[in-house]
């Protein structure tokens, strides 16, 4: 099993910047994606951006140029640089990691742009 610990989210002014970070343990196979999705209230859950074990990288589009996601291959930790914050940035974020043979989903971490 993996297990997912995210931190770094809370409440922040329109135009500034969080970072939040998510760190992997447990049966963790060398290939897989790692990102961000978002869950706001009232709406479907959403991706962000996501990165994979190679490090190619995909975002929202409401996201491209404010938000970069990065990771640390060898300490299993996803980051994700939330720049230019906007109100309707507002949600619970959620990480998740992927590979072939399992799926696993973070707690989540409030994220509040206020305006």
């Known amino acids: 099993q993996v297990q997912l610990v995210e931190s770094g989210g809370g409440l922040v002014q329109a135009g500034g910047s969080l970072r939040l970070s998510c760190a992997a343990s447990?049966?963790?196979?060398?290939?897989?994606?790692m990102g961000w999705y978002r869950q706001a209230p009232g709406k479907q859950r959403e991706l962000v951006a996501t990165?994979?074990?190679?490090?190619?990288?995909n975002y929202a589009d409401s996201v491209k140029g404010r938000f970069t996601i990065s990771r640390d291959t060898a300490e299993n930790t996803v980051y994700l640089q939330m720049n230019s914050l906007k109100p309707e940035d507002t949600a619970v974020y959620y990480c998740?990691?992927?590979?072939?043979?399992?799926?696993?989903w973070g707690q989540g971490t409030q994220v509040t742009v206020s305006s």
């Open positions: 447990g049966s963790i196979f060398r290939v897989n994606t």
């Open positions: 990165i994979t074990s190679s490090g190619s990288t």
């Open positions: 998740k990691l992927s590979s072939p043979y399992n799926i696993a």
